[in-house]
C-alpha cells in the first residue's frame, strides 16, 4: 500500500492571478492554435475547446454550430452508417468531427461501431480524428488496440482515453496515440469516484499528464469537470492543449435528445440510462458509473458557446496570453478556499 501524500487538486482549489499585459481587448486573443500530431503527422489549426461524444452533447446537430467557431465535436459512436450518410448536404463540415469507437473489436471483430467506423472513415475522407473512448484505458488490450487501430488508419489523429496519470499517457502515445483524453471521475454525470473511489483531481492530473506528453511530443485533453468557462482557461493554464466538454453543452436544442415538458434528460454514458438506449455490455458486466439527471432546456448552443469562447479570451487579457496557446506560459495560479461571492445563492 502507498499514499501520495502531495496534495492534489480541482478547478475550485485555484485562480489564475491577473497580470500586467499589452492587450487590450478581447478581441487581440488568438482563439485558434496550430496543432502538428505527433503520429499522424497531420496538421489542424482550430479553437481547442470541443464537445464530447457523449448522447446529447457528440451529435452532427451539435457539430453544425461548433464548427462555425472552428471546434471539434466528436460524433457520438451510435450513429448508424445511414445516419452518416443523410448528413450529406446539411452543412456538415467532416474538417470539424472527430469519429468515435469502442473497443468492442478486441472482443467482435465484427462490432457494429468498428464496422461503422470503417465505412465511415472510408466515405468521409476529410474527417481528421478517431477517438476511442473507454471508460478505463489503463488495461493492456487498450493498448494494443490504440497499435491497431494507429497500423489501420496512419494518417488520422488518434485520441485516445481515459485516464489520470502520466506513465500510461507515454505509453499510449508511443504507441500510436497523438491525443491523450486525461480525466477518470470527474465528469458532471460520473459517479465513477463514488461507485469505485478511484479518481485523481482533474487539475493536478491536467498538470501531470501535459507534462508527460509534452515529453514525448504528444498532446492531452481535459476531458471532464468544467462547470463553466473559468475552469476551461484553468485547464488550459495547466497545460492542457485541449478541453472536451460534456455538461456544459447538453440539453440544448442541438442535443437530438426528446424535450418533454421544457426539459432534456442528460445520462453519463457508463449510466443505466444508457445502457437502456444502447444495450448493455457486451462482457456481461453491469455496473454503472453514470447518472441521469433532467435538466430545464437551455435553447440554442450557439448563446452558451459564445458566453465560453467570451470567458475564455478574457481570462486570456487577463493573464496577458495573447494567444491560447500561451495560457500555460503566461498562467500564475494561486492556491484558495474560496471562488465565489455566496451572499445571493438562490435568490
Ligand atoms: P463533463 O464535461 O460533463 O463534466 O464531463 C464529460 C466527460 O465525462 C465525458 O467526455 C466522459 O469522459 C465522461 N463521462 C461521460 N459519461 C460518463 C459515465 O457514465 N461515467 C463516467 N465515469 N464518466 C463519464
Given at each position: 500500500?502507498?499514499?501520495?501524500?502531495?496534495?492534489?487538486?480541482?478547478?475550485?482549489?485555484?485562480?489564475?492571478?491577473?497580470?500586467?499585459?499589452?492587450?487590450?481587448?478581447?478581441?487581440?486573443?488568438?482563439?485558434?492554435?496550430?496543432?502538428?500530431f505527433r503520429n499522424s503527422k497531420k496538421?489542424?489549426?482550430?479553437?481547442?475547446?470541443?464537445?464530447?461524444?457523449?448522447?446529447?452533447?457528440?451529435?452532427?446537430?451539435?457539430?453544425?454550430?461548433?464548427?462555425?467557431?472552428?471546434?471539434?465535436?466528436?460524433?457520438?459512436k451510435?450513429?448508424?452508417?445511414?445516419?452518416?450518410?443523410?448528413?450529406?448536404?446539411?452543412?456538415?463540415?467532416?474538417?470539424?468531427?472527430s469519429a468515435c469507437v469502442g473497443t468492442g473489436a478486441i472482443w467482435d471483430e465484427e462490432a457494429?461501431d468498428y464496422q461503422?467506423l470503417k465505412?465511415?472513415i472510408a466515405?468521409?475522407?476529410?474527417i481528421p480524428a478517431i477517438t476511442i473512448d473507454v471508460a478505463n484505458a489503463y488495461h493492456e488490450q487498450f493498448v494494443d488496440f490504440v497499435k491497431r487501430i494507429r497500423s489501420e488508419f496512419p494518417d488520422k489523429i488518434i485520441i485516445a482515453g481515459n485516464v489520470?496519470s502520466p506513465e500510461i499517457v507515454e505509453e499510449l502515445i508511443i504507441n500510436g496515440a497523438d491525443v491523450v483524453k486525461v480525466?477518470?471521475?470527474?465528469?458532471?454525470?460520473?459517479?465513477?469516484?463514488?461507485?469505485?473511489?478511484?479518481?485523481?483531481?482533474?487539475?493536478?492530473?491536467?498538470?501531470?499528464c501535459?507534462?508527460a506528453a509534452?515529453g514525448v511530443g504528444g498532446h492531452i485533453i481535459?476531458?471532464?469537470?468544467?462547470?463553466?468557462?473559468?475552469?476551461?482557461?484553468?485547464?488550459?493554464?495547466?497545460?492542457?492543449?485541449?478541453?472536451?466538454?460534456?455538461?456544459?453543452?447538453?440539453?440544448?436544442?442541438?442535443?437530438?435528445?426528446?424535450?418533454?415538458?421544457?426539459?432534456?434528460?442528460?445520462?453519463?454514458?457508463?449510466?443505466?440510462?444508457?445502457?437502456?438506449?444502447?444495450?448493455?455490455?457486451?462482457?456481461?458486466?453491469?455496473?454503472?458509473?453514470?447518472?441521469?439527471?433532467?435538466?430545464?432546456?437551455?435553447?440554442?448552443?450557439?448563446?452558451?458557446?459564445?458566453?465560453?469562447?467570451?470567458?475564455?479570451?478574457?481570462?486570456?487579457?487577463?493573464?496577458?496570453?495573447?494567444?491560447?496557446?500561451?495560457?500555460?506560459?503566461?498562467?500564475?495560479?494561486?492556491?484558495?478556499?474560496?471562488?465565489?461571492?455566496?451572499?445571493?445563492?438562490?435568490?
Amino acid at each position: 500500500m502507498r499514499i501520495d501524500y502531495n496534495l492534489h487538486l480541482d478547478y475550485s482549489d485555484v485562480l489564475l492571478k491577473p497580470k500586467r499585459s499589452t492587450l487590450n481587448s478581447r478581441r487581440d486573443v488568438e482563439m485558434t492554435r496550430d496543432f502538428t500530431f505527433r503520429n499522424s503527422k497531420k496538421q489542424l489549426s482550430y479553437t481547442p475547446i470541443m464537445a464530447s461524444n457523449m448522447d446529447g452533447v457528440g451529435t452532427f446537430s451539435m457539430a453544425r454550430v461548433l464548427q462555425d467557431y472552428k471546434m471539434l465535436t466528436v460524433i457520438r459512436k451510435h450513429y448508424s452508417f445511414n445516419d452518416w450518410k443523410a448528413t450529406a448536404g446539411t452543412g456538415l463540415k467532416f474538417k470539424y468531427v472527430s469519429a468515435c469507437v469502442g473497443t468492442g473489436a478486441i472482443w467482435d471483430e465484427e462490432a457494429l461501431d468498428y464496422q461503422t467506423l470503417k465505412q465511415v472513415i472510408a466515405a468521409f475522407p476529410d474527417i481528421p480524428a478517431i477517438t476511442i473512448d473507454v471508460a478505463n484505458a489503463y488495461h493492456e488490450q487498450f493498448v494494443d488496440f490504440v497499435k491497431r487501430i494507429r497500423s489501420e488508419f496512419p494518417d488520422k489523429i488518434i485520441i485516445a482515453g481515459n485516464v489520470a496519470s502520466p506513465e500510461i499517457v507515454e505509453e499510449l502515445i508511443i504507441n500510436g496515440a497523438d491525443v491523450v483524453k486525461v480525466g477518470i471521475g470527474p465528469g458532471s454525470v460520473c459517479t465513477t469516484r463514488t461507485q469505485t473511489g478511484v479518481g485523481v483531481p482533474q487539475f493536478s492530473a491536467i498538470i501531470e499528464c501535459a507534462d508527460a506528453a509534452n515529453g514525448v511530443g504528444g498532446h492531452i485533453i481535459a476531458d471532464g469537470g468544467c462547470t463553466q468557462s473559468g475552469d476551461i482557461a484553468k485547464a488550459l493554464g495547466a497545460g492542457a492543449h485541449m478541453v472536451m466538454l460534456g455538461g456544459m453543452l447538453a440539453a440544448h436544442d442541438e442535443s437530438e435528445l426528446e424535450l418533454k415538458d421544457g426539459k432534456r434528460v442528460f445520462y453519463g454514458m457508463s449510466s443505466e440510462s444508457a445502457f437502456v438506449q444502447h444495450g448493455a455490455r457486451k462482457d456481461g458486466y453491469r455496473g454503472t458509473e453514470g447518472k441521469t439527471v433532467l435538466l430545464d432546456n437551455r435553447g440554442p448552443v450557439r448563446d452558451t458557446v459564445e458566453q465560453i469562447l467570451g470567458g475564455v479570451r478574457s481570462s486570456c487579457v487577463y493573464v496577458g496570453a495573447r494567444r491560447i496557446k500561451d495560457m500555460p506560459k503566461c498562467a500564475h495560479f494561486v492556491r484558495v478556499n474560496n471562488i465565489q461571492n455566496r451572499i445571493f445563492d438562490g435568490k
